[in-house]
Nanobody, 123 residues
Framework: QVQLVESGGGSVQAGGSLRPSCAAS????????MAWFRQAPGKEREGVAA???????SYADAVKGRFTISKDNDKNTLYLQMNSLKPENTAMYYC?????????????????WGQGTQVTVSS
């Protein structure tokens, strides 16, 4: 059983930055894909960024060039550096651990989820 605890969300104005983090209770990042998803009110959960067991990253088109996913295997911690934030980025952000070493944005591929951290961007 893996427990994930997110922190680092908050409220910022458009153009600002946030860096949520996700602490895992056990060593997972060296073996499995880890990802960030987000869910806005009334919308489905969607993938934002992912990093596989080899450190290869992928991003949703909407955040490419503005968001950076990274991990610290020694600390079992996942990060999401979010720059140039826009009001449409407002959502609950969740970290997740896949059951596979490779990454996808299918929520069904992820066996463990954090409780989420709220990101609110005002115009």
């Amino acid at each position: 059983q893996v427990q994930l605890v997110e922190s680092g969300g908050g409220s910022v104005q458009a153009g600002g930055s946030l860096r949520p983090s996700c602490a895992a209770s056990s060593t997972t990042s060296a073996t499995y894909c880890m990802a960030w998803f987000r869910q806005a009110p009334g919308k489905e959960r969607e993938g934002v960024a992912a990093i596989d067991s080899d450190g290869k990253t992928s991003y949703a088109d909407a955040v490419k060039g503005r968001f950076t996913i990274s991990k610290d295997n020694d600390k079992n911690t996942l990060y999401l550096q979010m720059n140039s934030l826009k009001p449409e980025n407002t959502a609950m952000y969740y970290c997740a651990v896949s059951v596979y070493g490779w990454c996808s944005y299918k929520t069904s591929d992820y066996g463990y989820w954090g409780q989420g951290t709220q990101v609110t961007v005002s115009s």
